[in-house]
């Protein structure tokens, strides 16, 4: 398929047609496939970049490199593997885009008194943890460092476009439970996980029968008890049972197999 071709149809590809494309490019490394395929599938770099927009460097930015991340995953892809493209993709672009974060450092608009209370922050974390034997809250760090919580916040707000690994450090809600900084900032794509997990359950129910995936779409989709879809399917409650113990066995199975557990 040329690029004329393709901007004549008028419309996205259909899924089978992107495998076409794909089988296609793996022979040939057509550019022009190329370009229709990182075209198809922009979208995932675009929901990607939304993730990791608005922590220090601009959206534009981000995206750029995510979609050099898309391109990477395009001409490493391999269809014969059974991976559903976007399952594959996903991990290749968010490498890039957290590569790029590490990379630019505190080069980003961090104030540096920003950057000293980073440093505070981290050597107090340290210091309280080991005083009172727990995760320090939020107002034991800035009485601490003779600041404010609000203070503290900022900082660590500021130093998450810098340290993505400091997002796994804990605080005490004083509620009996601890949070992560990166549950303090921001908010996740709500699309974002789906890509991956809708991939994974479409590959993983290929193979099912009519019979144990509408068990399986019944039972967790449309949240049906055993003994209506008995009923619906003229079998008995301990048939449906023992299918849905089958089908979520057999599920499982091909889950770990397609990502390699």
Do not use: C
């Not at 395929?37 to 927009?53: D, F, M, N, P, V």
């Not at 594959?88 to 209370?117: M, N, S």
């Not at 129910?205 to 449309?222: A, G, H, Q, S």
């Not at 209506?228 to 091909?254: G, N």
Request: proline content about 2%.
């Amino acid at each position: 398929m040329t690029k004329d071709e393709y901007y004549k149809l008028g419309r996205k590809l259909t899924k089978e047609e992107r495998k076409e494309l794909f089988r296609e490019y793996d022979r040939t490394k057509d550019p022009q496939i190329r370009d229709i395929l990182i075209e198809e599938h922009l979208y995932i770099a675009e929901i990607l970049s939304k993730k990791y927009a608005g922590k220090g460097i601009d959206y534009e930015d981000i995206y750029q490199v995510a979609s050099i991340g898309l391109i990477y995953a395009i001409d490493r892809y391999d269809l014969t593997r059974g991976y559903e493209f976007s399952s594959f993709a996903t991990p290749t672009i968010i490498g890039e885009i957290k590569k790029y974060f590490r990379d630019k450092g505190w080069t980003i608009r961090v104030p540096r008194r920003i950057q000293e209370l980073s440093k505070k922050i981290n050597l107090a974390n340290i210091h309280l943890s080991q005083k009172y034997q727990r995760t320090p809250k939020v107002e034991d760090i800035a009485e601490y460092l003779n600041a404010t919580p609000e203070e503290i916040l900022e900082s660590v707000e500021a130093s998450k476009a810098y340290s993505p690994q400091s997002l796994d450090v804990s605080y005490d809600t004083g509620d009996d439970k601890e949070i992560n900084l990166s549950d303090l900032i921001g908010e996740e794509e709500q699309y974002y996980d789906k890509i991956e997990v809708n991939d994974l359950l479409e590959t993983a129910m290929k193979d099912l029968n009519e019979v144990e995936r509408t068990i399986l779409l019944e039972r967790y989709i449309n949240k049906r008890t055993q003994v209506s879809i008995a009923k619906k399917l003229d079998i008995s409650q301990m048939t449906v049972s023992r299918i849905e113990k089958k089908v979520l066995k057999k599920i499982k199975q091909e889950l770990k197999k397609t990502m390699g557990i």
